[in-house]
């Protein structure tokens, strides 16, 4: 039911509206999670004991003897910076802004207010074990702590923001790579087409999305396998192609599609098939390779014409 009522609702409405409730959402979480930080640390006594309550071996990057070490550490970390660097959210953001001044300015206002506001889910998140004891799901931490600690209304308020802030994402997550998609290749390849029916191929582009965005959700059991999932999905080839686009002239169109493809369909086999531990740097190395060697291969034929 729920992603029906996001695919409705994203085919229906427009950027502008997502715009507006993204900007209205946000500000009740941030001012919900501010409010609900205080409200702990307030119960605790002050911030020094607040953190007292934090137990150490939540703040290891990972378990004694786990599986994968530090390989699987650095697979982590790749996908988190490579994975962002191409993230729609932050393509979308820049893209849709009038001047590069603006795009600047835009980008690096984001970035600090996900440092600065991330501070307190951080926070929520290693302190809420030692706070709700016994919670099964884990991932339900933070509604966790919000009905135990704010008062009623203001616990009411919080969730529905909470629930709408998530569907707005998922909103803006539909919408931006439809446009993407509708513009970039299905106008290119059906030319001429009128004001009308580009609205209609965006609509059957979001439309198409959600499909593909419930399997990848209904193929996992936790949502940070979910984040894990959506951000290693074809991100290494499109990473690949963005660092030698940017600051490069090296590679075409075939490098490129080459990269995507090598990319996504090796961190597909090495997850889905081999269960290896580090699928991501397998396809960030395969979408690399790809890309130099069709490039060489370009720069070959173009010096021979």
């Not at 509708?182 to 439309?207: E, F, M």
Request: aromatic share 8%; glycine share 10%; with cysteine.
């Amino acid at each position: 039911m729920a992603a029906f009522l996001v695919g409705v609702y994203s085919i229906v409405g427009g950027l502008l509206a997502d715009a507006v409730t993204d900007v209205i959402q946000g500000l009740a979480v941030i001012i919900g999670l501010a409010v609900l930080t205080f409200f702990i640390v307030v119960h605790l006594g002050a911030s020094r004991p607040a953190c007292a309550e934090i137990k150490p071996e939540r703040l290891q990057l990972m378990k004694a003897g786990g599986p994968g070490g530090w390989d699987r550490l650095r697979s982590m970390q790749a996908i988190v910076m490579c994975g962002s660097i191409v993230a729609v959210e932050l393509i979308s953001r820049f893209l849709g802004s009038r001047t590069a001044s603006i795009a600047t300015v835009g980008t690096v206002t984001g970035g600090l207010m996900y440092l600065a506001v991330g501070i307190f889910p951080l926070f929520l998140g290693l302190i809420g074990p030692s706070l709700i004891k016994n919670l099964v799901q884990t991932e339900q931490i933070v509604p966790k702590l919000a009905e135990t600690y704010l008062p009623p209304l203001a616990y009411a308020l919080f969730i529905g923001a909470l629930v709408s802030a998530i569907l707005s994402v998922v909103h803006a997550a539909l919408h931006a790579p439809a446009a993407q998609l509708s513009h970039n290749i299905v106008t290119r390849v059906v030319p001429g087409l009128s004001d009308r029916a580009r609205l209609r191929v965006v609509r059957l582009c979001v439309l198409a999305l959600s499909m593909v965005a419930y399997g990848l959700a209904t193929s996992v059991d936790r949502i940070k396998e979910l984040v894990e999932l959506a951000s290693a999905f074809g991100s290494a080839g499109a990473f690949v192609v963005a660092i030698f686009g940017l600051f490069t002239r090296f590679g075409g169109s075939g490098a490129a599609i080459t990269a995507l493809l090598a990319g996504s369909l090796v961190w597909a086999w090495g997850r889905f098939v081999m269960a290896l531990e580090t699928p991501y740097l397998v396809g960030l190395a395969a979408a690399l390779a790809g890309y130099v060697l069709v490039g060489l291969i370009e720069r070959h034929r173009a010096t021979e014409s």
